[in-house]
């Protein structure tokens, strides 16, 4: 099993910033890739960011790209997403997951596995 506790939400102001962080632990995998989804209210979840643990490959949604960044401690197995120039719209709660996506994947909650329990961000205008 993998264990993914999520932290750093809290209430800003447009155009601050707030890191996230992802602590994993439990069976360690070698390959896969670690994603950031958000959910608000009425709307379905969507991909944010993702990061391939070999190779470190990224990728963003278009609507968060120049604003964020996903990175990864490898001696904290914690993942983090820096989220700069924050917006009403960013506000979500926002996951992190592990798992194997493919490349047609990795922008899906389909390609992972596992999930963290979500931290609230809410930016206020």
């Known amino acids: 099993q993998v264990q993914l506790v999520e932290s750093g939400g809290g209430l800003v102001q447009a155009g601050d910033s707030l890191r996230l962080s992802c602590v994993v632990s439990g069976r360690a995998i070698s390959d896969g890739a670690t994603g950031w989804f958000r959910q608000s209210l009425g709307k379905e979840r969507e991909f944010v960011a993702a990061?391939?643990?070999?190779?470190?490959?990224?990728y963003y949604a278009d609507s968060v790209k120049g604003r964020f960044t996903i990175s990864r401690d490898n001696a904290k197995n914690t993942v983090y997403l820096q989220m700069n120039s924050l917006k009403p719209e960013d506000t979500a709660v926002y996951y992190c997951?592990?798992?194997?996506?493919?490349?047609?994947?990795?922008?899906?909650?389909?390609?992972?596995?596992?999930w963290g329990q979500g931290t609230q961000v809410t930016v206020s205008s």
């Open positions: 997951a592990v798992g194997r996506p493919i490349i047609s994947t990795i922008r899906s909650s389909s390609g992972y596995n596992y």
């Open positions: 990061r391939r643990w070999s190779g470190g490959n990224t």
